[in-house]
């Protein structure tokens, strides 16, 4: 069989041409991939709750963050906490910020702590200067005006200008500052105030000992809801001092009770603690101050 060189020679070229095809397309890099720059230009980003593109809404209070008065709620937070921290009752938080579940606040949400000035107690003008209405009582009658009396005739040449007795000063109430407390248990005392680490007493005893309230008060908080305290009490003396009592076996006081100085509120124990004690904490405007400014030497 005959075949022709020309036919020959074509055939291994186009066969040549094929190979070095198939090499170039075996060696060649696989593209890559930019999924960070391409994505992030191409689609929009999701917001948290999984809507792409949705607006993100403000916490609330958001616009009152930072201001006095007001608390931005951090992780871990509880009202009862916020309360303790702030010196208020949490129920009275509550009210303030309209919550009607106490137990559902967020991180971030700014809740008022301070109670809120009623309009005809004051107005806070742009200058930060705090005016207080002028009511009618306030305000003297005019007297009608009458013609004058001829004065009568001096005596001597001498006239003697006496002037009108003033009365001495009421004395100041005393201060909220000038809280006279007791003792709230008997027995000795096993740590003492440390800011950092111990914000109060640790006071031993038995259990079932009794644990008496410090100084009159009324009770902001009575149960178990608050980490690290086990069974714990709460009283709000005045708008200044809050005190606690925690690790009791008993509690003997509701919430919103008013309690008399050395009233027993609580038997003491050693709930969520390593033993039985009392842990007692003096808090002025909710930052815990050492209990010996206040407690009497014994």
């Known amino acids: 069989m005959f075949v022709s060189r020309g036919l020959v020679v074509g055939f291994t070229v186009a066969v040549a041409g094929l190979m070095l095809s198939g090499c170039g397309t075996r060696m060649s890099k696989a593209p890559v991939e930019d999924r960070g720059t391409s994505a992030s230009a191409s689609a929009p980003a999701a917001q948290p709750g999984g809507v792409v593109g949705a607006a993100i809404k403000p916490l609330p ?6 201001k006095p008065g007001y608390y931005t709620v951090k992780p871990g937070d509880t009202l009862i906490r916020i309360g303790l921290e702030s010196g208020q009752s949490w129920k009275d938080i509550a009210r303030w910020n309209n919550l009607e579940n106490a137990n559902l606040i967020e991180v971030g949400q700014v809740l008022r702590v301070a109670q809120p000035l009623a309009p005809s107690q004051a107005v806070a003008s742009d200058t930060g200067v705090v005016t207080r209405p002028v009511t009618s009582s306030a305000l003297a009658p005019i007297a009608p005006a009458s013609t004058p009396k001829p004065a009568a005739p001096a005596a001597s040449s001498t006239v003697v200008a006496v002037a009108p007795a003033t009365p001495a000063p009421a004395p100041a109430p005393a201060g909220e500052d000038d809280m006279a407390f007791i003792w709230p248990a008997s027995g000795s005392l096993i740590a003492g105030f440390d800011e950092a680490r111990n914000k109060g007493y640790d006071i031993a005893g038995k259990a079932g000992e009794p644990v008496l309230a410090a100084a009159e008060g009324r009770v902001v908080y009575a149960g178990a809801g608050l980490r690290g305290y086990g069974n714990l009490v709460i009283l709000k003396h005045n708008n200044t001092f809050l005190t606690a009592y925690a690790h009791n076996q008993t509690l003997l006081v509701k919430e919103d009770q008013a309690v008399r100085k050395g009233q027993k509120i609580a038997e003491m ?8 004690k009392l842990h007692f904490e003096i808090r002025r405007q909710g930052k815990p101050v050492d209990p010996s400014r206040y407690l009497p030497v014994r």
Do not use: K, L, S
Request: glycine share 22%; net charge negative.
């Open 61 to 66: 209070g958001a616009e009152n963050a930072g």
């Open 269 to 276: 124990g050693n709930t969520d603690a390593d033993r039985v």
